[in-house]
DNA sequence: GTAAATGGTATTTTTTTGGTATTGTATAGA
DNA sequence: TCTATACAATACCAAAAAAATACCATTTAC
């Protein structure tokens, strides 16, 4: 719903926005009220042209500060019909969506997306999850693991391990382990790929409904908190046939 | 982000710079600044015009100052725009290095690496390139051709194409075709990967020392200028069983 | 289907910022 | 003293960013 203008554009919140030009005053302004909760998650903004009125500038200028909020995924646009508060999705997950989110990116690739669960459960871990979680012998792991399915064709299948101490219960989670944990206030900052290429073994080619020996694509992931401590320990195998896998990279330019 | 003035412009700091003339104190002022990290890779300085203003001195007198530090590329002026603290060069080859050189990912790993040369060549852009490279028909296009070996175990095959406007002439190419770029002032800032994986034909198994059918990675690889243009397209295929591709990333921070 | 409301875009104008030519002034050396 | 040079100030030029204007396209309500 529409706010009041006033409460969000008051001429002292658009002064006191310090120095620069006037659609930073302006990000700036709309930026606090989102944070602070005088905008929230799924309101529309007021008309740009509302705004522009209101705030004594023109419309392009709201725009562009209105722009730098959406790049940032704070804000979305939809033609014709608004400007709304976008769903917090931690960066997290965005983040590490943008590499490994199997549903996005068939809905990128004009597909429709499913998962099949094929165990979810705790466990004493295996030598290699205290190795790499550091967790001792007498602690707990939960173990995800998943078929994806695109179009009904099954396309990967997903293993994941997580420290109980930071999912005791994986039957909670249903879609997204990582927004799973971000409710529990889990962030990880920071994550580790390794990619392969693989032949196939019987199991893992029989799920996948592809010939022993064929090519798959191996991807395990271990994502960190910022004090360094392991999180979450994914191992993926993707049809080599069916599957590409995409990373963008920026360089310099700060 | 422009920086407060008197942070860096401070009396003290202007005076007690020692002897000289007015714009040696000034840049010796400047120069610390960015030493000590007052002023950061590429922020950028305050308008000439409010230095001089802050500093009761013209505006010519600030200009004299900076001309120095830019003619040591301490800084850099861009018209219109502002002057800013210039970032160490090469940083290209570094960034793209991270993901795909071959040579340093060896040395990491503690293995000897080298390149054993397949062609190097100008030739008519095949459709694909014509696409990727959006090149005309008339135009040329390098092509480089190369094995990767380490410890004397073939790796990989590395197929590059470059624009022949960018690189007339393929022969030049040693070791580093982003080396030999960043000569041409030929800097890409982004770069696309995709990353699959493949069962090995014949010819390729065969210059790999693998049978044939083993599964492959296939790293194909397209980096742009900042003007969006496509410089250069680079198709590898890693032995499988012998190379793991590692991606780090960093997620938020915020 | 039409009309109103809303976001999208191309073009132009204004402001900001570095670039340059000209002039004045003090200082060092012949 | 005279002159060449370094230093500093003034005034104006040019490129880039910021802002405004005018018009286009999509969605929604009726």
Redesign the interface.
């Known amino acids: 719903m529409t706010e009041d203008l006033s409460a969000i554009f008051s001429p002292e919140r658009l002064s006191g926005g310090g120095?620069?030009p006037l659609y930073v005053k302006l990000r700036r302004t709309l930026e606090e009220a989102v944070k602070v909760g005088r905008l929230k998650q799924g309101d529309a903004l007021p008309p740009e042209r509302d705004i522009a009125e209101f705030a004594a500038v023109s419309r392009v200028t709201v725009r562009k500060a209105i722009d730098d909020l959406v790049a940032e995924g704070i804000l979305v646009r939809r033609h014709g019909s608004g400007t709304f508060v976008a769903k917090p999705v931690?960066?997290?997950e965005q983040?590490?969506s943008q590499?490994t989110s199997f549903t996005e990116d068939m809905a990128r690739r004009g597909m429709t997306a499913r998962s099949e669960w094929l165990h979810k459960g705790i466990h004493t871990p295996s030598p290699d999850e205290m190795m790499i979680l550091g967790l001792a012998a007498d602690t707990k792991v939960s173990r995800l693991s998943r078929l994806r399915i695109a179009d009904d064709q099954p396309l990967a299948i997903e293993h994941a391990s997580v420290s109980g101490e930071f999912l005791p219960d994986p039957s909670v989670v249903t879609t997204s382990l990582y927004a799973e944990l971000e409710k529990r206030q889990v962030?990880?900052?920071?994550?580790?790929?390794?990619?392969?290429?693989?032949?196939m073994k019987e199991a893992d080619a029989e799920l996948l409904g592809v010939p022993v020996?064929?090519?798959?694509?191996s991807i395990e992931r271990i994502s960190y908190l910022g004090s360094g401590r392991a999180v979450e320990f994914t191992r993926s195998l993707?049809r080599?046939?069916a599957?590409?896998?995409?990373?963008?990279?920026?360089?310099?330019?700060?």
Chains 1, 2 share one sequence.
């Open positions: 120095t620069g931690s960066k997290v983040r590490l590499l962030r990880p900052v920071r994550a580790v790929q390794r990619i392969s290429a693989t032949n020996g064929a090519a798959g694509l993707y080599g046939d599957y590409d896998f995409v990373a963008e990279l920026t360089i310099g330019a700060n």
